[in-house]
């Protein structure tokens, strides 16, 4: 799978909105982008995908740019539940293979 | 309806002692994977089953590590003379056919090697 990097680690205020970067230089042009968050005490917990279309779910939306190099996971307003590591993943079509994580991004959220 | 579920959720043992961990999967899930997980690190894929059959192991650090899921629902990891180096956290993920491969994870079982 490509590599993927992102910020060690992010602050936000509650209520504001956070804008996650990752950047994936080499992705391929059939990789799947994938983020994943690790809340505190917990296993990872599947967030969101895209291809090349910006995506929306009711826990986040996905902007990906235009050359698919770089990708933000938008969180529209943070809550200190929001306060976690997140991973973002690159994935073949199948969809069936073992997730490759990184370091991800710790946010942290203040009150 | 249920998760994944892990037992023991935590597990003391002594250096050179066999253990095993379970994974109960999501019913009907297809796909099984093991991770391992370092302090402050991500996920560290072990090893994964479609059904029953293995089809990766790639990730096992060495022979003393294996994993079964014989009738295709549940999964033990087994570490054979176990060393302080395999203390960690050993999360278990299953994914359906539906949807596009997310990966759901069990709580995870912390293993303890003294």
């Known amino acids: 799978d490509a590599k993927t990097t992102q910020p060690n680690s992010m602050e936000s205020n509650e209520e504001e909105p956070v804008h996650l970067p990752c950047n994936h230089s080499t992705i391929s042009g059939t990789d799947y982008i994938h983020w994943y968050r690790q809340l505190p005490s917990q296993g990872p917990e599947y967030v969101i995908h895209g291809l090349t279309s910006n995506v929306n779910n009711r826990m986040a939306s996905l902007a990906i740019a235009e050359d698919r190099k770089s990708s933000t996971l938008i969180l529209h307003r943070a809550t200190l539940r929001d306060a976690a590591v997140y991973y973002c993943i690159l994935r073949g079509v199948s969809g069936n293979t073992p997730l490759v994580f990184g370091k991800g991004t710790r946010l942290s959220v203040i009150a | 309806g249920a998760g994944v579920s892990q037992s023991p959720r935590y597990k003391v043992t002594k250096r050179g002692q066999d253990v095993a961990l379970r994974c109960d999967p999501i019913s009907g899930h297809v796909s099984l994977y093991w991770y391992r997980q370092a302090l402050g690190q991500g996920p560290e894929f072990l090893t994964y089953?479609?059904?029953?059959?293995?089809?990766?192991k790639s990730g096992l650090p060495n022979d003393r590590f294996s994993a079964e899921r014989p009738e295709g629902s549940i999964s033990t990891l087994t570490i054979q003379r176990t060393e302080q180096r395999d203390s960690a956290m050993y999360r278990c993920a299953s994914r359906g056919l539906q949807g596009a491969g997310e990966q759901y994870f069990g709580p995870g079982t912390r293993l303890t090697v003294t």
């Open positions: 089953f479609n059904y029953e059959a293995q089809q990766d």
